[in-house]
């Protein structure tokens, strides 16, 4: 017990200080890592209480409250296992302290068991995040009394604590396919971007069907939950918080017998795994044929996209609010009649609303933010080779335009089109757009350069958890939501104020950012 | 060809890593710089080569202030760490072209130097596998390769010896004293006394961050030999 004790220690110390800078000292990087916590957990409660408010205010008239709980239940399911199935791969098999955490004299099942904890306690946060506040909700809106007793908190805090051992072992299993296609598939970063993209139209048209199911929840309730027995253990979980302790049993051991099974299981056969999966010996075919000259932009430009399209880690978790952008355009013109119905309404402020959707995807492609530390320990190379800082930076930011802008006038230009917009309107959403998209950029390079991260034990962390990467996520859409508020002081003056606030206050930021980068840049590479 | 001048570094905290150090390497030379762990080797080569920023003294290469001039200092250099990480997620090939990109190097020159380098250290048939794939001589081989096709003026190598096969290394001493007949010179570090002693011009020894005995290798070791001239040096003996 010691021993795992230990090792969990060590897992959990390195997924806490993922988080911070790493040339932060003392209060200073403490300060940066729960900055980091109460960032995701603010934003996880907000959403939670949001959601289990409109489900329990339709639910409890007709005392279902239990599809709350199943819904929600649902949710962190799945966003736990969106969350971990590709940490997986780095936490669990891909650690780079695995040899010498495996040549010392402590069982491979306990070293597994101990990632997997740490694994677990990613999910129970997020199992927290979502259930807990659905309880409060519960407790202050039902009719049926049912929230205010100790015991269903006492059922609901064990259902937190269970339902994360089954999101864990469906994520470890999903995460051990992940780094098995890795190590086997010759095209591996391909193959495993083609099972990552299965997996998330799978999960896109799961939360697709469930947002059916909920909007005819009021209507229907007990049609749908009798027609939610494929979920059983969930119905059981639900059943169970609100009082069957048999129910809650079976729940528990839902939850427990394949965590166990995953644990022991897997845990007999890791180091053959983690030998599998790291597997790749170096073909010896290669013929030499004349190579090609080009500039020095150009090969770092390569060398970042070889990285993005490569790792699909990062390209999934900084690129998937592209795809969400060319698939939107896309929808947004196949659909037309369905979404002018949809936004037909009197006054729906189309434009305002077309603009924040694009700034709303591009905020999730913090593709800069984490570029910097994930030169890590290949700083080297750069920092000997004979350029000047400044075109390093500029070649980040400038990848990530590459990729943004793009996508970001095709989704602007389809929108455009299926909403019927005028040509200054059409214009306007591209300007505001554009800005945004080169500010968010900017930003995203300062926020890599300000939190760095050079001494992460795996890139997922500096993907997925890293502070620069979370600040640039959630700083631009507090900007975004800052323009929202001066559109809507705006549109008390005058038309023309509503739409050119929003607009000075992106070029403003855009404008800060590019003069801090340029002034401060190159000196905070240097000090890396 | 390289000027360390009254170069000191210290660490945050007020650990002086080096202190007033001051060498001068001259064309054609191969430059040993030995010590024990923790005496300031590493923190020199690093400022040497630009990676690492420094307070006080200068450094000047071929000319070039690294301080003033970096790029220009940097491009006549070539600087192999003493546990060169290269990216794995590009194949061999990939990161020798991205090297001769970032270095202005000509499709022709590299497709030769390549070929030439990368045969010799019997690399070529790994060159398409990502490096990834690679092993810790592997590796090692194809960082050298990287430095050689830049034909540096001033090829600085920490620890160049480790990982490497004995007829690697063998390989490697020879293409390092043919650099120095073109002109270039060597600065390196290394605990492999014996290497030193064969190889070496000149031999700088440092202690606690300080130089503490440099000149040409015959004069420094006299009838001893430079294991013994270091240990008494170091007090071991």
Request: glycine content about 10%; proline content about 4%.
């Given at each position: 017990?010691?021993?795992?004790?230990?090792?969990?220690?060590?897992?959990?110390?390195?997924?806490?200080?993922?988080?911070?800078?790493?040339?932060?000292?003392?209060?200073?990087?403490?300060?940066?890592?729960?900055?980091?916590?109460?960032?995701?957990?603010?934003?996880?409660?907000?959403?939670?209480?949001?959601?289990?408010?409109?489900?329990?205010?339709?639910?409890?008239?007709?005392?279902?409250?239990?599809?709350?709980?199943?819904?929600?239940?649902?949710?962190?399911?799945?966003?736990?296992?969106?969350?971990?199935?590709?940490a997986?791969k780095?936490?669990?098999?891909?650690?780079?302290?695995?040899?010498?955490?495996?040549?010392?004299?402590?069982?491979?099942?306990?070293?597994?068991?101990?990632?997997?904890?740490?694994?677990?306690?990613?999910?129970?946060?997020?199992?927290?995040?979502?259930?807990?506040?659905?309880?409060?909700?519960?407790?202050?809106?039902?009719?049926?009394?049912?929230?205010?007793?100790?015991?269903?908190?006492?059922?609901?805090?064990?259902?937190?604590?269970?339902?994360?051992?089954?999101?864990?072992?469906?994520?470890?299993?999903?995460?051990?396919?992940v780094?098995?296609?890795?190590?086997?598939?010759?095209?591996?970063?391909?193959?495993?971007?083609?099972?990552?993209?299965?997996?998330?139209?799978?999960?896109?048209?799961?939360?697709?069907?469930?947002?059916?199911?909920?909007?005819?929840?009021?209507?229907?309730?007990?049609?749908?939950?009798?027609?939610?027995?494929?979920?059983?253990?969930?119905?059981?979980?639900?059943?169970?918080?609100?009082?069957?302790?048999?129910?809650?049993?079976?729940?528990?051991?839902?939850?427990?017998?394949?965590?166990?099974?995953?644990?022991?299981?897997?845990?007999?056969?890791?180091?053959?795994?983690?030998?599998?999966?790291?597997?790749?010996?170096?073909?010896?075919?290669?013929?030499?044929?004349?190579?090609?000259?080009?500039?020095?932009?150009?090969?770092?430009?390569?060398?970042?996209?070889q990285?993005?399209?490569?790792?699909?880690?990062?390209?999934?978790?900084?690129?998937?609010?592209?795809?969400?952008?060319?698939?939107?355009?896309?929808?947004?013109?196949?659909?037309?009649?369905?979404l002018?119905?949809?936004?037909?309404?009197?006054?729906?402020?189309?434009?305002?609303?077309?603009?924040?959707?694009?700034?709303?995807?591009?905020?999730?492609?913090?593709?800069?933010?984490?570029?910097?530390?994930?030169?890590?320990?290949?700083?080297?190379?750069?920092r000997?080779?004979?350029?000047p800082?400044?075109?390093?930076?500029?070649?980040?930011?400038?990848?990530?335009?590459?990729?943004?802008?793009?996508?970001?006038?095709?989704?602007g230009?389809?929108?455009?089109?299926?909403?019927?917009?005028?040509?200054?309107?059409?214009?306007?959403?591209?300007i505001?757009?554009?800005?945004?998209?080169?500010?968010?950029?900017?930003?995203?390079?300062?926020?890599?350069?300000?939190?760095?991260?050079?001494?992460?034990?795996?890139?997922?962390?500096?993907?997925?958890?890293?502070?620069?990467?979370?600040?640039?996520?959630?700083?631009?859409?507090?900007?975004?939501?800052?323009?929202?508020?001066?559109?809507?002081?705006?549109?008390?003056?005058?038309?023309?104020?509503?739409?050119?606030?929003?607009?000075?206050?992106?070029?403003?930021?855009t404008?800060?950012?590019?003069?801090?980068?340029?002034?401060?840049?190159?000196?905070?590479?240097?000090?890396? | 060809?390289?000027?360390?001048?009254?170069?000191?570094?210290?660490y945050?905290?007020?650990?002086?890593?080096?202190?007033?150090?001051?060498?001068?390497?001259?064309?054609?030379?191969?430059?040993?710089?030995?010590?024990h762990?923790?005496?300031?080797?590493?923190?020199?080569?690093?400022?040497?080569?630009?990676?690492?920023?420094?307070?006080?003294?200068?450094?000047?290469?071929?000319?070039?202030?690294?301080?003033?001039?970096?790029?220009?200092?940097?491009?006549?250099?070539?600087?192999?760490?003493?546990?060169?990480?290269?990216?794995?997620?590009?194949k061999?090939?990939?990161?020798?072209?991205?090297?001769?990109?970032?270095?202005?190097?000509?499709?022709?020159?590299?497709?030769?130097?390549?070929?030439?380098?990368?045969?010799?250290?019997?690399?070529?048939?790994?060159?398409?596998?990502?490096?990834?794939?690679?092993?810790?001589?592997?590796?090692?081989?194809?960082?050298?390769?990287?430095?050689?096709?830049?034909?540096?003026?001033?090829?600085?190598?920490?620890?160049?010896?480790?990982?490497?096969?004995?007829?690697?290394?063998?390989?490697?001493?020879?293409?390092?004293?043919e650099?120095?007949?073109?002109?270039?010179?060597?600065?390196?570090?290394?605990?492999?006394?014996?290497?030193?002693?064969?190889?070496?011009?000149?031999?700088?020894?440092?202690k606690?961050?300080?130089?503490?005995?440099?000149?040409?290798?015959?004069?420094?070791?006299?009838?001893?030999?430079?294991?013994?001239?270091?240990?008494?040096?170091?007090?071991?003996?």
């Open positions: 017990m010691k021993k795992f004790l230990t090792l969990l220690k060590v897992s959990i110390q390195s997924m806490l200080l993922s988080s911070t800078n790493s040339r932060g000292r003392g209060r200073k990087k403490a300060a940066t890592g729960l900055g980091a916590v109460v960032v995701i957990a603010g934003l996880g409660l907000y959403l939670s209480g949001f959601y289990s408010y409109m489900l329990m205010q339709a639910l409890a008239p007709s005392h279902m409250e239990i599809l709350v709980f199943i819904f929600m239940g649902m949710a962190a399911l799945v966003g736990g296992l969106l969350f971990t199935t590709f997986v780095g936490v669990v098999f891909g650690g780079k302290d695995n040899d010498l955490l495996l040549s010392m004299p402590v069982s491979s099942t306990l070293l597994m068991a101990s990632r997997v904890t740490a694994i677990y306690l990613e999910n129970l946060l997020f199992s927290a995040f979502v259930l807990l506040p659905a309880g409060v909700v519960c407790t202050i809106l039902t009719q049926s009394g049912v929230g205010h007793s100790l015991l269903f908190w006492a059922r609901l805090v064990i259902a937190a604590l269970t339902l994360p051992l089954l999101d864990t072992a469906l994520s470890v299993l999903l995460g051990a396919l780094a098995f296609l890795s190590a086997r598939v010759s095209k591996g970063a391909l193959g495993q971007n083609i099972v990552t993209g299965l997996f998330l139209v799978v999960v896109f048209y799961f939360s697709f069907h469930l947002n059916r199911m909920i909007s005819g929840l009021a209507a229907n309730a007990a049609g749908i939950k009798d027609s939610l027995n494929w979920a059983a253990p969930l119905l059981w979980m639900g059943e169970g918080i609100l009082g069957d302790w048999g129910l809650l049993l079976a729940f528990a051991a839902c939850c427990v017998i394949p965590f166990a099974l995953v644990v022991f299981g897997l845990g007999r056969v890791y180091r053959q795994a983690v030998t599998a999966f790291a597997a790749r010996s170096a073909q010896s075919n290669y013929k030499l044929s004349a190579q090609s000259a080009s500039s020095q932009k150009k090969a770092l430009l390569r060398k970042e996209a990285r993005f399209f490569g790792t699909p880690m990062y390209f999934w978790n900084a690129g998937l609010g592209l795809i969400m952008l060319l698939a939107g355009g896309a929808a947004s013109l196949v659909m037309r009649e369905k002018l119905a949809f936004v037909g309404m009197e006054g729906f402020p189309l434009l305002p609303m077309a603009a924040a959707v694009i700034c709303f995807c591009l905020c999730t492609c913090p593709i800069a933010a984490p570029s910097v530390s994930l030169e890590g320990k290949y700083l080297w190379i750069l000997e080779a004979p350029m800082g400044s075109t390093l930076l500029w070649v980040k930011v400038g990848f990530q335009l590459l990729l943004t802008l793009p996508c970001t006038v095709i989704a230009a389809c929108i455009s089109i299926a909403l019927g917009f005028h040509l200054w309107q059409g214009a306007t959403l591209l505001a757009t554009l800005l945004f998209a080169v500010g968010h950029a900017l930003f995203g390079m300062l926020m890599g350069l300000t939190f760095p991260k050079l001494d992460a034990v795996n890139e997922t962390v500096i993907i997925k958890q890293s502070l620069a990467a979370t600040l640039a996520m959630f700083v631009p859409m507090a900007a975004l939501a800052a323009a929202g508020g001066l559109y809507w002081l705006g549109s008390q003056m005058t038309g023309w104020a509503a739409l050119a606030l929003p607009l000075l206050l992106f070029a403003l930021l404008a800060v950012c590019a003069a801090v980068l340029s002034k401060h840049g190159p000196v905070m590479l240097q000090a890396l | 060809m390289l000027r360390v001048e009254h170069y000191s570094k210290t945050p905290g007020g650990k002086k890593a080096v202190d007033n150090l001051t060498l001068h390497v001259q064309p054609g030379e191969i430059y040993g710089f030995i010590g762990n923790g005496a300031g080797k590493t923190t020199t080569l690093r400022a040497v080569a630009g990676v690492m920023d420094f307070t006080e003294g200068t450094i000047t290469i071929d000319g070039h202030d690294i301080k003033k001039d970096p790029v220009g200092a940097k491009r006549v250099t070539a600087f192999l760490p003493d546990n060169p990480d290269l990216y794995e997620f590009m061999g090939i990939d990161y020798l072209n991205f090297i001769a990109d970032l270095y202005d190097i000509p499709a022709g020159q590299r497709t030769a130097d390549i070929g030439k380098y990368a045969g010799a250290f019997e690399l070529t048939g790994n060159l398409g596998s990502p490096i990834g794939s690679y092993s810790h001589g592997m590796r090692q081989k194809l960082a050298l390769i990287s430095a050689f096709i830049r034909r540096p003026r001033l090829l600085i190598l920490d620890e160049p010896f480790v990982g490497l096969d004995p007829a690697a290394a063998h390989l490697m001493k020879g293409y390092l004293a650099l120095c007949q073109g002109g270039s010179a060597v600065f390196f570090s290394t605990h492999v006394l014996e290497v030193a002693e064969k190889l070496c011009h000149k031999i700088a020894i440092i606690h961050g300080r130089l503490v005995k440099s000149g040409p290798t015959a004069e420094l070791v006299g009838d001893s030999s430079l294991e013994d001239v270091f240990l008494e040096l170091e007090g071991e003996k």
